[in-house]
Nanobody, 126 residues
Framework: QVQLVESGGGLVQAGGSLRLSCAAS????????MGWFRQAPGKAREFVAA????????YYADSVKGRFTISRDNAKNTVFLQMNSLKPEDTAVYYC???????????????????WGQGTQVTVSS
């Protein structure tokens, strides 16, 4: 089992940047594929980005491609989401998620992830 704690959220102006971190407990972090999802007020939670256990493969939602970068440091049990050129529509609670049963093609589906953090709020002002 793994526990996840997000940090790094906050208030930023449009065009600005933030870096989210997700710290994981446990000694088997490197065996988990990781993902970031977000949920805006009144909307369903949606996929943002995912990364394989080794960091060798990354996946992005079309809405963030070219602006966000997911990465991981297995030595520090941490996954990151670098968010640049932020837009007001990026405002949401951002969640980190982990999965250790990887089925190719399911990176963007919530059901594929067994463990979730509590979320961190990102607010982008116009």
């Amino acid at each position: 089992q793994v526990q996840l704690v997000e940090s790094g959220g906050g208030l930023v102006q449009a065009g600005g940047s933030l870096r989210l971190s997700c710290a994981a407990s446990g000694r088997t972090f490197s065996s988990y594929a990781m993902g970031w999802f977000r949920q805006a007020p009144g909307k369903a939670r949606e996929f943002v980005a995912a990364i394989s256990w080794s960091g060798g493969r990354t996946y992005y939602a079309d809405s963030v491609k070219g602006r966000f970068t997911i990465s991981r440091d297995n030595a520090k049990n941490t996954v990151f989401l670098q968010m640049n050129s932020l837009k007001p529509e990026d405002t949401a609670v951002y969640y980190c998620a982990a999965r250790n049963r990887v089925v190719p093609g399911t990176e963007s589906f919530e059901y594929a992830y067994a463990y979730w953090g509590q979320g961190t709020q990102v607010t982008v002002s116009s």
